[in-house]
């Protein structure tokens, strides 16, 4: 696999992420690479606190055009592909993730996403809360 890594500094590295469907992991449910699931990422997202940190759900809309503290996160997976050129999808989600402040969107200041939400994810909420994303089409 290749790796993202939170930062130079940083001893964290992630796998990078592949939404697939996942052979014999039940009827129509898609994983991601490393057993990501779309079921355990969703409720991920809908925690109001992730660790110590906010949770997604507290700052981002699903809802198109309706703005919270951050970007609503409708039809991102549609979207995140084109954002950062020579980024897919799944390789945006999660810089986004790890790695905030590396490309903001448009209207909204650097720094308001924790950039510590990184280290309070693991690697398998990582990747599901991914896969959960790679779903807003």
């Known amino acids: 696999f290749e790796t993202i890594r939170t930062a130079e500094a940083s001893s964290k590295v992630y796998p990078q992420y592949r939404v697939s469907s996942g052979a014999g992991s039940g009827a129509g449910e898609t994983t991601g690479v490393g057993g990501g699931t779309i079921a355990a990422g969703e409720e991920l997202f809908n925690q109001n606190l992730i660790g110590v940190q906010a949770g997604c759900v507290t700052c981002h809309s699903l809802e198109s055009g309706v703005v919270l503290?951050?970007?609503s996160l409708a039809g991102i997976a549609g979207r995140a592909?084109?954002?950062v050129e020579g980024q897919s999808a799944e390789e945006y989600i999660t810089n986004s993730i790890l790695n905030p402040n590396d490309h903001v969107v448009e209207g909204f200041d650097a720094g308001i996403m924790p950039a510590a939400l990184a280290d309070e994810l693991s690697?398998?909420?990582?990747r599901d809360l991914v896969a959960y994303l790679m779903t807003l089409e």
Not at 123 to 126: F, K, N, R, S, T
Request: glycine fraction near 20%.
């Open 123 to 126: 690697e398998a909420q990582l």
């Open 81 to 83: 592909g084109s954002t």
């Open 69 to 71: 503290n951050g970007p």
